[in-house]
């Protein structure tokens, strides 16, 4: 899904940052790459949450399907 495309891009900014933010001794973008990092579990947690309810939807249809 699109929530896990965008949790796992903002997974790698957020990472990206850090290590940036590392090597120039900038507390502040290793802040900012953190709550980025952050930004994207959630977003991908959000994303695996959607695929299992729509997995967990189509099963229930298949299976009124079958009972008609």
Do not use: C
């Not at 933010?21 to 579990?41: F, N, T, Y």
Request: glycine share 14%.
């Amino acid at each position: 899904t699109m929530d896990k495309v965008k949790g796992t891009n903002n997974e790698a900014i957020g990472k990206a940052k850090q290590g940036i933010g590392e090597a120039v001794d900038s507390p502040k973008l290793q802040g900012e790459g953190a709550l980025q990092e952050a930004k994207g579990h959630g977003q991908k947690a959000v994303g695996d949450a959607k695929a299992a309810a729509k997995d967990a939807a189509n099963k229930a249809a298949e299976f009124a399907n079958k009972k008609l």
